[in-house]
């Protein structure tokens, strides 16, 4: 159900899909609001936050707050557990990275902020566990999908290879194809033409995974789906070759869509301009 936030000083009214209602200002002294939050349970809880211009320009700061977005994911990630027992809910900013993608066009970890990451690591000269990997990645990408969360969630796949690049992005397209991973939001990442052959190995391993090169063609390592939310941290890390990946996909929808349903790309936007106002 809708409820309405109120601003100030035309008493424009903004709609959001939320399960409180906010109201604001309940009074109001220079550049400081006063803002009276009306909880489930009756309460009123106070903020003081400061405005620009005469417009309040950031949600309170509640609705944006990790503790009560993590408390609800909690109990996501305890009902989940036991139907995904290899699965390792985790809080932590993930690794930064600046790669290429197939056509050598630059992305950045802080391109995806905003949006929920599902990123594997692969060698794409496996001929083993890799493709079963991806064939599995991609379930999950078409079932993400198929809930209208395409503009939420991306999907990463890295490459280790340490073969010429020309080759492995030639293997990385062929790949796409073959398990029909859909470009609009996917992407398979490799080094720069100025980076070193261990960049994305090396990467890898600040990701827990290690990728050892044994012989010419054939690199051991583990497999691990990692779930970035939207701010950058690592939330769960699925191991191994999944039987079931309907848990993973309703865990990525909590993420996107949040305790209030709010999605996670809004909640940054205003977490972005609540941040702003202080610096």
């Known amino acids: 159900m809708n409820r309405q936030i109120w601003g100030r000083s035309d008493d424009q009214r903004l709609t959001l899909n939320l399960t409180t209602t906010l109201w604001w200002p309940s009074s109001q002294t220079g550049d400081?609001?006063?803002v009276h939050e009306l909880q489930g349970d009756g309460s009123i809880l106070l903020r003081g936050i400061r405005t620009r211009g005469g417009w309040l320009v950031a949600v309170v700061f509640w609705l944006l707050s990790t503790a009560a977005f993590g408390h609800s994911i909690?109990?996501?990630?305890?009902?989940?557990?036991?139907?995904?027992?290899h699965a390792q809910f985790v809080r932590y900013p993930a690794p930064e990275f600046r790669l290429a993608d197939v056509n050598g066009d630059i992305v950045t970890s802080e391109?995806?902020?905003?949006q929920?990451?599902?990123?594997?690591?692969?060698?794409?000269?496996?001929?083993?566990a890799c493709p079963i990997h991806q064939h599995?990645?991609?379930?999950?990408?078409?079932?993400?999908?198929?809930?209208?969360?395409?503009?939420?969630?991306?999907?990463i796949t890295i490459a280790t290879d340490t073969e010429d690049i020309a080759s492995t992005r030639r293997i990385m397209r062929e790949m796409g194809e073959r398990f029909r991973m859909g470009d609009r939001n996917?992407?398979?990442?490799?080094?720069?033409?100025?980076?070193?052959?261990?960049?994305?190995?090396?990467l890898a391993a600040e990701y827990g995974v290690r990728f050892e090169v044994v012989d010419e063609g054939v690199q051991m390592h583990g497999i691990v789906i990692h779930v970035i939310d939207g701010y950058g941290d690592?939330?769960?890390?699925?191991?191994?070759?999944?039987?079931?990946?309907?848990?993973?996909?309703?865990?990525v929808t909590a993420l996107v869509q949040g305790p209030?349903?709010?999605?996670?790309?809004l909640r940054y936007r205003f977490r972005r301009m609540f941040n702003s106002l202080f610096d």
Request: hydrophobic share 45%; charged share 25%; glycine share 6%.
């Open 111 to 114: 391109d995806m902020r905003g």
């Open 186 to 202: 996917w992407q398979f990442l490799f080094r720069q033409e100025s980076d070193p052959p261990e960049i994305t190995g090396n």
């Open 32 to 34: 400081r609001i006063v």
């Open 234 to 251: 690592m939330r769960a890390r699925f191991h191994g070759l999944l039987a079931d990946t309907e848990p993973m996909v309703s865990y």
């Open 74 to 85: 909690e109990d996501v990630e305890a009902a989940l557990h036991d139907r995904q027992p």
């Open 260 to 265: 209030e349903a709010v999605p996670v790309a």
């Open 136 to 155: 599995l990645i991609g379930q999950v990408q078409h079932a993400v999908n198929a809930r209208g969360l395409h503009e939420d969630v991306v999907f």
């Open 116 to 128: 929920v990451v599902i990123l594997n690591f692969i060698y794409t000269r496996c001929d083993e």
